[in-house]
């Protein structure tokens, strides 16, 4: 289990450097997703950012304390728009545009591979760890939000509602989970579209069998005053 303290290092205020915030966090969440937590050293991020030890850890604590804040910086810049795609109106189409939009990120050769919190996921495994943790809560409010667009397509009729959203959600959530996964073993995005396209024949939509369709309200009464002009 990784191991967060807060190391107190005294450095005299006049020795540190004053550095741009977001282009220290990008350059060391690429160190930290190519070589993962624990490879990397103070030294490494000292190196990459151009920022010396005391400046890193006036502003950041520790090793630790610099991650945590790349794991934020890494789901403002990276994750946000992948969540995104699920503001789509469409709600099969917004899922199908989650995994679309991991594909285009893990062949993009700009990104190292694979996903930082999965591959943070693997490597910090140990329960109460504060790193494990904040990554169970981002993978938590990711399942809440592929569950809200599964209750959207049920309440539209393009789900079958005998469907188990939550379950249906948490496989969705290990779909795009195992992309990443699979992408730092054998980077090509035709295996994985492959995988997307088998994953997505689990959506059973009521309307694709023919099978009737739920009726709005707004239908119903407009159906009642038809039929009460007749009489």
């Not at 917004?94 to 991991?102: K, L, R, T, V």
Request: hydrophobic share 35%.
């Amino acid at each position: 289990m990784i191991e967060c303290p807060f190391q107190n290092y005294e450095e005299p205020m006049a020795g540190v450097k004053q550095f741009d915030r977001n282009e220290v966090l990008d350059r060391a969440m690429q160190v930290f997703w190519r070589s993962g937590y624990q490879a990397t050293s103070i030294q490494d991020l000292v190196d990459a950012t151009g920022v010396n030890r005391g400046s890193l850890y006036t502003t950041f604590g520790d090793k630790c304390g610099l991650f945590l804040a790349v794991l934020d910086h890494y789901s403002d810049q990276i994750a946000r728009p992948t969540m995104a795609e699920l503001d789509d109106p469409d709600p099969r189409r917004a899922i199908q545009g989650m995994f679309e939009s991991i594909i285009r990120r893990t062949s993009d050769p700009a990104f190292p591979r694979g996903c930082l919190d999965t591959n943070t996921s693997l490597e910090c495994p140990g329960a109460g760890d504060v790193i494990a943790r904040k990554i169970a809560e981002r993978l938590g409010r990711q399942e809440s939000a592929i569950y809200q667009v599964l209750r959207r397509a049920q309440h539209q009729g393009a789900l079958d509602p005998k469907q188990d959203a939550r379950a249906l959600a948490r496989f969705f959530l290990g779909v795009a989970q195992g992309l990443n996964v699979v992408n730092k073993a054998a980077p090509d995005p035709a295996m994985l579209k492959d995988m997307v396209k088998v994953a997505m024949r689990v959506w059973e939509d009521p309307s694709a069998r023919g099978e009737p369709q739920p009726q709005s309200s707004r239908v119903d009464h407009s159906s009642a005053s038809g039929s009460s002009e007749k009489r």
